[in-house]
Every structure is written in C-alpha cells, then in structure tokens.
C-alpha cells in the first residue's frame, strides 16, 4: 500500500457496521478503495443502517469469518482492520469478553500475520484505568497498567499477549479515546454524551450531567479528550498504511476538555442558551469513573500524523448540524 492509497487494496474491515468501523469504511471508499469486506453481528439493533450508503465487495457474520478465513474461502487481504468487540463498559460477563475481545483477537492476529497482511486492531483508553500510571502509549509501560473495569481488562490482556508474544511491533493497536459522531445510534447506552445531549436538549431543553464525587473536581469540569470520529479515521488510516509504524498508539485530540465545555458546545450547535443540571452517579459506576483522560500524541506526530485536529467545537457544530438533526449516516459522497 502506497500512503495514503488504498484504490487497490483488498480490506477486511471488522466491526464494519459499528460505529468506529463504518466511519473506516466510509473513509476507505473515500481514498477509492471498494475492495471491502465487511464482518459484524447485525443482530437486532439499527446499525445495518450504517453500511446503507457504504461501498464495499462482501459482508460476514462474526461467527462464519474464522472458518472462511482459513479455508482460504474469502481470498487474500493486504489489510486487517480490526474494531469488533463488545465495547460495552458495564458489562459483567468476563467470559463474554474474553471470548470476543481477546480470544477472537488472537486468532485473527495470528491468521493475518501467517498471510502477511497489515493487522491494525483497536485497543483502548480504558486500558489506563485511573490514569495514575499515566497515559502513555508506550509498551513498555504495559505492565504497570490497571484497567478500572472488564471491558479494559479485556483490551489490556490482547495488548500484553501481543508483547508477550514478541509481534506487537509487527502490529497496530489503538488506544481509542473519547470518540463521538455521525454512525453511533445503535449503541443505546453506550453512545456518546454529545449524541445523548443532543436527545435530551430536544426532548427537555437540559443536558443532564453526573456530579463529581471528589473533592478535588466540580460538577461538570471532570475531563475528558473528546475525539471527533472523522478525525479518528484519518489517523487510524494513516498509521495502517505507514507500514514502518508498530505498537501502542493513542488516538485522541490530545487536549483534555471538561463535561460542561462540550454541553455549551451541543447547545451552542442547537443555538439554545445553555441549560445544564447535574446528576447522582450511579454507585455502581462510581468507583470506576474515568475523571481526567488526555493523550499523549508523541508517537502518533512522531509517526508522521500531521493533519491538524478538529476542535471540540467544530466537531460538536458538524455532529449535530450535518448528522443528528438530518438523522443522516457517513456517506462516502459527502465530505
């Protein structure tokens, strides 16, 4: 692959349908590439919808991908662009998890590797827990990690086999951070604050925000980096195609912003002044609560990223403007 051009690559695009996963195949078919094949678990939720305006050459259940991979049934692939997983926080079954978030990682790692294809795989920002050990994407700080909750662990477990195993250089994996935008309907309660926002400002003119449960931190003014997804899929093709890039990398906006920022930014798209009311967390999420996350982009700059990143603003104005009041899905003939 030629930077930057995927016209004549043949992709395998996993957790297609998903809200990370639609946005790369959206911006695939962008850089001209429709050689896709795309895998998901369509089940019962909304989010076929987002493959309605995609390009791409097959799809594939979850369950049938592995076989058909290893009876050569489904061809050769040059890339390997891995987002499936169970990307729900809350949920408690650890088995589930490690089924789908680790063990299937790991054959599709050793599948893609065996054939020389590209294997970029999407970790997470969960992966740094508290952040007291801080959030930097370097392996060698693997060790010292402790994700606050199941989904993280099962991230964070796939990242140390990946080192363990001495292929993580070999690889990609990102460290996904806040990301929200156009694609994310059918996540129900996992979908962004600025996609619930926008529902609550529309159904009762307030954005309903948790209170802080430290000292240290006011209502609203916990923080996180917001990461636009359009951004999110240019960095992601970026370091799939700089076949000189290996590891851990953080994908986010690298500028940690508060709660009530991006509340101000939901209503100011919606040009209504800003009414905010604050929330008891639930308790069985309190001591697992993320207060502050920021990532380090050293080695994503260091790697050659050097397209500038939408503001929270921007991003918030271009979410809500050009998607959510249309109910419009990323459409490759639409910048």
Known sequence: MRPNDFSDARVL???????????????????????????????????????????????????????????????????????GACSSTTERDASYLIRNNFEFTKDLAAWALG??????????????GDGSAGMDDDDAKLDTLRPLNMYGYS?????????????????????YFNVFGPNEDHKGDMRSVVHKSFGQVRE????????????????????????????????????AANEKAGGLFNIGSGAARTWLDLARAVFGALKREPKIEFIEMPGSIRDKYQYFTEANLGRLRAAGYSAPITSLEDAVSDDVRNYLVPDKRLDPAVA
């Open 13 to 83: 695009v996993t957790g297609g349908a998903g809200f990370i996963g639609s946005a790369l195949v959206w911006a695939l078919n962008r850089c001209g590439c429709e050689h896709i094949v795309v895998c998901d678990r369509l089940g019962m939720d909304e989010k076929w919808r987002n493959l309605t305006p995609l390009r791409f050459a097959n799809y594939v259940e979850a369950d049938e991908l592995l076989p058909r991979l290893q009876t050569g049934a489904l061809g050769k692939f040059e890339l390997v662009l891995h987002l």
């Open 115 to 128: 054939q020389k294809a590209r294997f970029v795989y999407a970790s997470s920002a969960a992966t740094y």
């Open 155 to 175: 991230k964070h477990l796939f990242d140390l086999h990946a080192k363990r195993a001495g292929f993580l250089k070999k690889i990609v994996g990102l460290k």
């Open 204 to 239: 009762t003119g307030v954005i309903r925000l948790f209170q802080s449960h430290r000292k240290d931190c006011r209502d609203g003014e916990q923080k996180r980096d917001f990461l636009y997804i359009k951004d999110a899929a240019a960095m992601t093709l970026h370091l």
